[in-house]
């Protein structure tokens, strides 16, 4: 009695699924190669693991002051800073191993709207609050079944982009993924406030943290390394530091059991600061919306940015794009993170390949989902890579769609031109040189 049909609603050349770093320049460049592309986002606004996450400072965009990535991303980069929402760092001043001091901090209200408008700009229809739910074929036709706020809704689509983070969308068309055993840690970014510094009783604060930790109503995960737990965390006002261990958050269960643990866990340190003396009128000013997820799963490709590739500085052939990025593990058993900087000259290159699922049609991926190994990616996982795979995702899939050709047939010349005449920074490949700063 209650069941009902669910008839084609609309048609789109393009269906990207997921608004982060990577699926919001998907999106943007499809659209603007001519393509008709809609963007499918679970939560209300666009931005991903910047934004609702807060991970709000996305890099690295330059190398020792020469920028290798630019296009869709840096434009928003651009736009967000000349609506007063982030203040570019001095790329010229060489930060050695500080590499963060190189990251763009954005206001994630400024960002996320500068996003919102772009996509508007370029005619992509915006998919709030909608999560897909199968792909089947009709015909020669492919339809997104999608659930929404007032049931399933069917779409029509040519090609499709997973942007989700977590290979989603390459797990809902039966394409193969893989994650390792253990996974890097998650973390609720937040900010504390209402406390007194300079009448913080450091032997109280050691005190109650040894006691709280005997009986188990504090971790060491939970703050940073140090002589006195807890206090760089006070200093700093909080951080991004909590690390929320043996979860995995690329299920709706999963994610649910991530966002209770990471919340128990900023329960756990406000109690215990709340016991220090001059800390009693503590309170948590900021907690970000979601756990920030490092890792779940990758795409088996076509190929496989694995360590060796990435720390060499491999010029892949396909080569559609730079990353640059420390190796970046963070440890899931301690608080701890291996960093192994990059070798100097070492600019390493994304292959369009790992972008492509193994035997995959219709379906791209692009961000952290792509095919690699851990090691790998650790380091291509951030934000400003993230962009740089997503324009090249959404330059491919139109092109796809323009010669109505399977993903794995575009031309990947034909991408790097489109890419360069959208003002990407392409890796200078057989001697053709596509942007000036290229290296
Ligand atoms: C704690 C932490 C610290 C980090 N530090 C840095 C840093 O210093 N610098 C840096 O540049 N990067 C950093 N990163 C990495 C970086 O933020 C992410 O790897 C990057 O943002 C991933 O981008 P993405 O577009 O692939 O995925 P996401 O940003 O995760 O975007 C995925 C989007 O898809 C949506 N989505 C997911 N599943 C579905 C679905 N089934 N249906 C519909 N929508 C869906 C999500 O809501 C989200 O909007 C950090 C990450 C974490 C967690």
Redesign the pocket.
């Known amino acids: 009695m209650w069941m009902k049909d669910f008839p084609l609603t609309v048609s789109y050349d393009v269906v990207v699924?997921?608004?982060?770093?990577?699926?919001?320049t998907a999106a943007i460049q499809a659209a603007r190669a001519g393509a008709k592309t809609a963007l499918?986002?679970?939560?209300s606004?666009?931005?991903?693991?910047?934004?609702?996450?807060a991970?709000d400072?996305?890099?690295?965009f330059h190398v020792q002051g020469k920028q290798v990535i630019a296009g869709i991303g840096w434009e928003a980069i651009e736009r967000t800073v000349a609506k007063g929402g982030a203040v570019l760092p001095d790329f010229s001043i060489a930060v050695g191993e500080r590499h963060?001091e190189h990251?763009v901090r954005v206001n994630r209200f400024v960002y996320s709207t500068v996003l919102e408008e772009m996509c508007l700009e370029a005619g992509v229809a915006l998919r709030y609050h909608?999560?897909?739910a199968a792909v089947y074929a009709e015909g020669d036709e492919r339809r997104l079944l999608?659930a929404g706020k007032s049931g399933l809704i069917t779409l029509g689509f040519n090609k499709m982009v997973d942007?989700?983070?977590?290979a989603?969308?390459t797990e809902?068309m039966g394409y193969p993924r893989e994650k390792g055993d253990t996974l890097q840690p998650?973390?609720l970014?937040y900010r504390l406030n209402g406390y007194q510094l300079d009448e913080v009783d450091k032997d109280k604060l050691k005190e109650a943290y040894l006691i709280a930790h005997r009986t188990g109503d504090i971790k060491e995960t939970d703050h940073l390394p140090g002589e006195i737990p807890l206090y760089r965390e006070l200093i700093s006002k909080g951080s991004?530091s909590l690390h929320i261990t043996g979860i995995d958050g690329?299920s709706s269960m999963s994610k649910t059991h991530a966002e209770i643990e990471a919340r128990k866990a900023l329960m756990r340190i406000y109690t215990l600061l709340r016991s220090v003396p001059g800390c009693e009128q503590l309170y948590v000013e900021f907690f970000a919306i979601?756990?920030?997820?490092?890792e779940t799963w990758r795409i088996v490709g076509e190929e496989l940015v694995d360590a060796d590739s990435y720390i060499s500085g491999r010029k892949w052939p396909d080569a559609i794009c730079y990353s640059y990025?420390p190796i970046?593990i963070?440890r899931h058993d301690s608080n701890t993170t291996d960093i192994r900087p990059l070798a100097e000259g070492v600019v390493p290159t994304i292959p369009y390949g790992a972008l492509i699922p193994q035997g995959s049609e219709h379906l791209l991926a692009?961000?952290?989902?792509i095919s690699g190994d851990q090691v790998a990616h650790s380091a291509y996982?951030?934000?400003?890579?993230?962009?740089a795979?997503?324009q090249a995702a959404g330059a491919a899939a139109a092109l796809a769609v323009r010669h109505d050709v399977s993903v794995r047939h575009v031309n990947v010349e034909e991408i790097r031109q489109l890419l360069w005449e959208h003002k990407a920074i392409v890796p200078t490949m057989h001697g053709v040189k596509y942007n000036k700063e290229a290296l």
């Open positions: 699924v997921g608004g982060g770093a990577a699926g919001f499918i986002e679970k939560n606004i666009l931005g991903g693991t910047t934004v609702v996450a991970v400072f996305p890099g690295l963060w990251q909608e999560m897909p999608t942007a989700t983070g977590d989603n969308m809902l998650g973390t970014v991004s690329s979601e756990c920030g997820i490092r990025y970046d963070h692009a961000g952290r989902c996982r951030v934000q400003a890579s993230c962009m795979m997503g």
